[in-house]
């Protein structure tokens, strides 16, 4: 059994920064990969970003490359994804997603990815 809690969402106005965490505890010691999603209404889940948990390699869908920055801390068995220069089209619930696919290179398949997140709230104004 895992456990993943996301932070830091909030309100935000356009151009300004968040900091989303993702606090994962339990039988996580053999996964390979950690993902970012979101989702905003009316919309399908999407993939923003994923984190190769053993070398710490990265992976971005197009539209934050440059943006979001993602990051782990092995240490606190935490993810973060840095939100930069936000536009009112990053407005989305975001959730964090643990993989046990091998080889995991970033995959935007949802089911690819065993446990997930309760999601944390993103808004950004106009």
């Known amino acids: 059994q895992v456990q993943l809690v996301e932070s830091g969402g909030g309100l935000v106005q356009a151009g300004g920064s968040l900091r989303l965490s993702c606090a994962a505890s339990?039988?996580?010691?053999?996964?390979?990969?950690m993902g970012w999603f979101r989702q905003a209404p009316g919309k399908e889940r999407e993939f923003v970003a994923g984190?190769?948990?053993?070398?710490?390699?990265?992976y971005y869908t197009d539209s934050v490359k440059g943006r979001f920055t993602i990051s782990r801390d092995i240490a606190k068995n935490t993810v973060y994804l840095q939100m930069n220069s936000l536009k009112p089209e990053d407005t989305a619930v975001y959730y964090c997603?643990?993989?046990?696919?091998?080889?995991?290179?970033?995959?935007?398949?949802?089911?690819?990815?065993?446990?997930w997140g309760q999601g944390t709230q993103v808004t950004v104004s106009s």
């Open positions: 997603a643990a993989s046990w696919v091998a080889n995991y290179r970033g995959s935007r398949r949802e089911g690819d990815y065993d446990y």
């Open positions: 339990g039988r996580t010691f053999s996964r390979y990969g």
């Open positions: 984190v190769k948990w053993s070398n710490g390699n990265t």
